[in-house]
Structures are given as structure tokens and as C-alpha cells.
């Protein structure tokens, strides 16, 4: 794999990274999102046909729609701790997870055959999306850290897995996700069934 | 005519239509569960790849349905795994009914069902994990319904389940893509250890278990007593089924050794947590966590008995999460707090309600003339010819809950608690009245049924549990 190709890519899951932990307006984080699913969308290019690797794109983009159908409140974004301090914290923990990430790659890619480049980008994610769910407790904010996640795990599993199927799968579980998402943020707002 | 489309595709139907019907909660109720029981019955008395006449029609049920290549495969091996899923799912939307569970519970409740059984048939195993996701999906709305705002645990239960997730789908990968060489030690240690690592999730392990008593103390007793009730046996099923595929690794004693860990620190550890809960809904999460456990610890016991052990343990532990659950339901439905200090005097108040409670929690610990206690005796004799200290620690845990049983039925059998007091603690004035009233002619019925069943199977195991073993015909490699 070309690293000239994937590189600047890394670079820009880096940047979507940090952006996910310190912006806390729903339309850019929207964005953030999608430029993510693109950078996904590139990687996976680079090992599977246009046609199955535009199921991470279109599913992703899909899942973002359903989520973008109902914003949340302000309030339902921030994080818990208080404004300068915690993204300055946040921002902290994250560089300690890409230090972690750029040393463990190569072993896990000595150790998997997994290409350097994929590894390196996969685990940004996992660990990305790891980092939000241990910090935030706002049901959005779970949904997004475990999208991030799964888009992680996706790009090291397209490299072992070529089926058809289990991307459709796997587009269906992100999909499924952002549904919950946009039901738990209105589920409180929502006639009392009990 | 195919079983899949049967016993996984019409019900998924079905309950989708219920979706439209949860207004009518009689209704949805009667439907769902009269099909759970419908489909228990079909899977006892229809043959499966035999020709066979219904009327003038000639009929043939094949077992398997194709879809992109791969397969939903129900065999006649499978019967009592259908019948096992579909008895209790039914039983436990029956009681749904009387416990004013959530309304999604009749729809989203038989989905539940289609999905773990299509979980459990799909070839290749990989596919199950897909499906166990969509099955977690399924379980938020129940456990945080519509005019609720969503818990901790609820969240807890979706990331926890959804990290089980990706170690599958590579274990999957790792055993069955590739074509696993059994004489490569390294791909044998990494693939157990993704499944390893996978179904510590799927199974809230010791440690990745606080999210339990989180999600039974935040929501409503009866929705989360059917989530994992459910849940923990499939997946451990599931397990099965994959072992089923791979043999040699239920004997490799780092697996044994492993799952023996896991199993006595679930059981001691939530045992001694449960000893000092004042909340009975964490309580019953507790429970949740130890019987978990014990089915850990019969599945750790390397021969054919550990795993009858297993098999038989799964009515029982279902049976005394019900009627927990069930009772914890009552007592909310009543506006009692579902605290140690909130039942005081319920004995007398709302005997059958309270007395269901004290049964599941004793059938719990284990003590004669309850469902748990001749499967109990047995995995703890099994237990002593492996090992003191796993059986030592598993009667600990069991002395612990004990305790906790102590101190419910110390608080039932006082006088209720001063009219100022209880008071103070209802949130809304209304309340006042529920609190008050006897229990309903409904409510008596469902508790002294459970209680019933509790002695009835402790009483006559063989009559109840003695087909259970028969489960294990689904897994012809498995020894």
C-alpha cells in the first residue's frame, strides 16, 4: 500500500479526532463525521472494489442523516466536566492514546499481517471512540464514540474479511446504531407508554 | 416450506405488526405470547424433513433456508433449543402482562426471540454476531421506553455488548476464514483469545459486569428481567455452538482454567455485593451476575457431565429470575420503593407478592425444596471432584446471597414502616393509594403461580428438568 496515499489520510484521522473531542456544535460534529466515513471510505478503497467499499461510505452517510434528523440540545453535547479545563484534559488523554497507538501498531501489524497503514488507522479509531465513551456520559455522544469505534474495527477487518454480506452487515449495525441514537435522544420527549 | 421461516421469520413478522398493535396491550400480550407457545408446540410436534400430510395437503418442513450463500439452519436437533427459547420467552410475556411492563415488551419481546433463535442457527458462526448486535438494538427500547430518559446502564448495556462485537467477527475470522491449523499454537492462542475476549462482553464478565445491577436498578424490573433472563443462556449457547464447530478447545486447560476464574470471581464477587444491598433492583442484577456464574462453573467441568449440568440448570435459574422479576414488578406497580426499607411490613400487606420474592431469592441461594436446589447439589459435587477451593467458594457465595435473603425477609416480617416515614418517601401523593390497596386477584395469581412452579420443579426435578440434557444433542461434538 502506497504510504504517499495513506498518510495524509492518517493525518486526517488525527485531525477528525481532535475535532470530535473539543467541538461541541451538533452541525460540525456532523461534518467531522462525514469527513471521517470519507477517510474510512478512501482507506477501504485502497483494498476492495469501488462497489463494496461505497457500503462504509453510503452506510455511514446513511447513519449520519438518521442522526442528523433530530438535534439535540446544546446541553446534550457538552461534556461533564467544566469548559477549558476538560477539553485541555481531553485533548491531553488523547495525545497519550496516540502516543500508545504509533508505538503498538507495528507489533500488532508483525503480529496480524494487517498492513501498517490500516493498522495504524483502525486502531486511531477504536481507541478514538474508546476515549469518548469513557469520557461522556450523553446518550449522542455514546452513540458517536461507538460509531467512531466500529469505523476502526471496520477498516482492519476490511483488510481479512472480503464478503459482500458482512459489509452490508456491518453498514446495517451503523445504521441500527444511529437509529437508537435518534430514539434515545427523543425518547424522553415521547408520550409515557409505562 | 422451510423451519426457518417458521420459527424465525414469521414471529419477526408477526412482531413487527405488533409494533402498530401496542395500544392494545391485552391484545399484544395474547398474540405474542400465544405464538411463543404456539411455536414451543410446533417445535415438539412438527417433523422436520419428513412428508407428512396436513388435511389433503402433503407437507415438508426442510430445515435450512439459503439467502446469499449462506444458510439459517434449524435441524430436529434444535427442538428443545426452540422449545427452551420459545417456553420461556412465552411464560415470561405472560407475566408481562399482569407486571404493566413497558408497552414495546409484547413486540420488541417476541422479536428478541426470532433474532437469538436466527443468531443460533445462522452457518457461518461469524453471521451470529451480526445478529446478536440487532438483538442488543432490540433490547434498548425495552429497556429505556419511550418517556424515559435513558439510563446509565442502558448505555452501559449497549457499549459493553456492542465491544463484544468486533473479537467475534475477527474470532470468526481467525477459525473459521482462515481454515485454523490446530498444530499452529500462536493462531490457536490468538483466536481463543479474541473469543475470549468477545464473549466477556457478550456475557458481562468479572470485570465488565457493573453494568448490571446499573441497568436492573434504573429500569423497570420486569424489562430488564426479560433482557437477562434471556440473554446470558443464548450467548452461552452460542458459545456452544461455536465450541461445537471446534471440540478440542472445551478440553485445553487454559479455557477450563479461564472459565473456572471467571465463573467463581462472578459468584463470590456478586454474592458479596448482594450482601450488602439495600436496593433490590441492584439486587437482582446481583443475582443476574452469580447465576451467570454457576453456569460458567458447570460449563469449566471438562466431561459430558459438567455439561448436563449446564443444560439443566437453565430452566431453573430462568424460572427464579421470573418470578423475581415479576415480584419486583409488583412491588413497583404498587408504588412500594424497592428498598430493604421500602418492603418493611410487606409480608402482611402483599403476601403473595413478597412471598414470590423470598421464594425466587431462596430458590436462588439454593436451598432444598426450590427448582435451583437439585441442580445446585449436583454442580457443587461436580465441583468438589475438580476442585475444593472453586466449591468452597462457590458455598461462600452462596452463604453470602443467603445473607442478603436474611435480611429481605427480616425486613418483610416487620411492622410496616410508620405512615410518616412512607410518606416522605413516595414521590407523588397519588401514590399513597396504590401503596395501600390489596393485591389484585391477577397479581395473586401470578405470584402464587411462580411460587408454585419454584416448588413444584424443586420437588420433581425429573418430571421438569429431566429432558433438559437433551438440549446437548444440538452439539454431537461436545463431550
Not at chain 1, 485533548?91 to 501498517?116: E, H, N, Q, Y
Not at chain 2, 399482569?98 to 443468531?119: H, K, N, W
Amino acid at each position: 500500500m502506497d504510504s504517499w496515499f495513506t498518510l495524509p489520510l492518517i493525518g486526517l484521522l488525527m485531525v477528525s479526532n481532535l475535532s470530535l473531542l473539543v467541538v461541541n456544535d451538533w452541525r460540525r460534529l456532523m461534518v467531522i463525521l462525514a469527513v471521517q466515513y470519507l477517510v474510512v471510505f478512501s482507506l477501504v478503497l485502497s483494498l476492495w472494489p469501488l462497489g463494496m467499499a461505497a457500503i462504509k461510505l453510503i452506510g455511514g452517510w446513511m447513519s449520519l442523516a438518521v442522526l442528523a434528523a433530530h438535534p439535540p440540545q446544546p446541553e446534550a453535547l457538552s461534556a461533564n466536566q467544566p469548559p477549558r479545563w476538560g477539553t485541555v484534559v481531553r485533548v491531553l488523554a488523547l495525545g497519550l492514546i496516540w502516543l500508545v497507538v504509533f508505538s503498538i501498531s507495528p507489533m500488532l501489524s508483525d503480529a496480524t499481517f494487517i498492513p501498517w497503514p490500516m493498522m495504524t488507522a483502525g486502531m486511531l479509531l477504536v481507541w478514538s471512540g474508546l476515549l469518548q465513551l469513557g469520557i461522556y456520559r450523553q446518550p449522542i455522544r455514546v452513540i458517536i464514540g461507538l460509531l467512531t469505534l466500529l469505523s476502526g474495527f471496520e477498516i482492519i477487518y476490511a483488510v481479512v474479511e472480503f464478503s459482500l454480506l458482512v459489509a452490508g452487515l456491518l453498514a446495517a449495525v451503523n445504521l441500527g446504531l444511529a437509529f437508537i441514537g435518534s430514539y434515545l435522544l427523543t425518547a424522553s420527549e415521547m408520550e409515557d407508554q409505562t | 416450506m422451510s423451519a426457518p421461516l417458521i420459527w424465525i421469520l414469521f414471529p419477526f413478522l408477526v412482531s413487527l405488526g405488533l409494533i402498530f398493535l401496542r395500544r392494545f396491550q391485552k391484545l399484544s400480550y395474547a398474540i405474542s405470547a400465544g405464538l411463543s407457545f404456539f411455536l414451543t408446540l410446533a417445535a415438539l410436534m412438527l417433523p422436520l424433513q419428513t412428508v407428512f400430510r396436513l388435511g389433503p395437503l402433503n407437507l415438508e418442513i426442510v430445515s435450512s433456508l439459503s439467502y446469499f450463500g449462506r444458510q439459517l439452519s434449524i435441524t430436529s436437533a434444535d427442538r428443545l433449543i426452540l422449545v427452551l427459547i420459545y417456553s420461556s420467552g412465552g411464560f415470561l410475556l405472560l407475566g408481562g402482562w399482569v407486571s404493566r411492563a413497558p408497552r414495546l415488551l409484547p413486540s420488541l419481546g417476541l422479536m428478541l426471540l426470532s433474532v437469538l433463535v436466527a443468531a443460533l442457527s445462522v452457518q457461518p458462526f461469524l453471521y451470529a454476531a451480526l445478529l446478536v448486535e440487532l438483538a442488543v438494538l432490540i433490547c434498548v427500547p425495552l429497556l429505556s421506553p419511550p418517556g424515559e430518559k435513558p439510563g446509565q446502564g442502558t448505555l452501559r448495556f449497549l457499549i459493553f455488548l456492542t465491544l463484544g462485537l468486533p473479537f467475534i467477527l475477527f474470532a470468526g475470522w481467525a477459525l473459521g476464514g482462515t481454515g485454523l491449523n490446530l498444530t499452529d499454537t500462536r493462531q490457536v492462542n490468538q483466536a481463543l483469545f479474541l473469543l475470549g475476549v468477545g464473549f466477556l462482553f457478550w456475557l458481562a464478565v468479572f470485570p465488565f459486569y457493573t453494568w448490571i445491577p446499573m441497568l436492573s436498578s434504573e429500569t423497570h424490573p420486569y424489562s430488564a428481567g426479560y433482557v437477562l433472563n434471556l440473554l446470558p443462556p443464548i450467548m452461552l449457547l452460542l458459545l456452544l455452538d461455536f465450541l461445537g464447530s471446534f471440540p478440542f478447545m472445551r478440553g485445553l486447560p487454559a479455557f477450563i482454567a479461564a472459565l473456572r476464574l471467571v465463573g467463581v470471581l462472578m459468584v463470590l464477587t456478586g454474592g458479596i455485593w448482594a450482601a450488602f444491598q439495600e436496593n433490590l433492583g441492584r439486587l437482582f442484577g446481583y443475582a443476574v451476575i452469580m447465576e451467570t456464574g454457576y453456569l460458567l462453573l458447570a460449563f469449566s467441568v471438562p466431561n459430558a457431565a459438567g455439561l448436563e449440568a449446564f443444560s439443566a440448570a437453565l430452566i431453573p435459574r430462568m424460572v427464579s429470575l421470573a418470578v423475581f422479576s415479576l415480584a419486583l414488578s409488583l412491588l413497583r406497580q404498587a408504588r412500594i420503593p424497592l428498598t430493604l426499607t421500602g418492603i418493611r411490613g410487606c409480608l402482611k400487606t402483599r403476601p403473595f407478592t413478597s412471598g414470590a420474592l423470598v421464594a425466587a431469592l431462596l430458590s436462588l441461594v439454593g436451598l432444598p425444596l426450590f427448582s435451583v436446589f437439585p441442580v445446585r447439589i449436583n454442580l457443587i459435587f461436580l465441583l468438589a471432584g475438580e476442585s475444593i477451593p472453586v466449591m468452597a467458594a462457590s458455598l461462600a457465595g452462596m452463604a453470602a446471597l443467603l445473607v442478603t435473603v436474611v435480611r429481605v425477609l427480616d425486613s418483610a416480617l416487620r411492622a410496616p414502616q410508620p405512615q410518616k416515614d412512607r410518606d416522605e418517601q413516595l414521590e407523588n401523593p397519588a401514590d399513597l393509594d396504590s401503596a395501600q390497596k390489596p393485591e389484585n386477584w391477577q397479581e395473586i395469581l401470578f405470584a402464587s403461580g411462580g411460587i408454585l412452579i419454584l416448588v413444584m420443579m424443586g420437588l420433581f426435578p425429573g418430571l421438569f428438568l429431566g429432558g433438559l440434557p437433551g438440549i446437548l444433542s444440538a452439539f454431537p461434538l461436545l463431550k
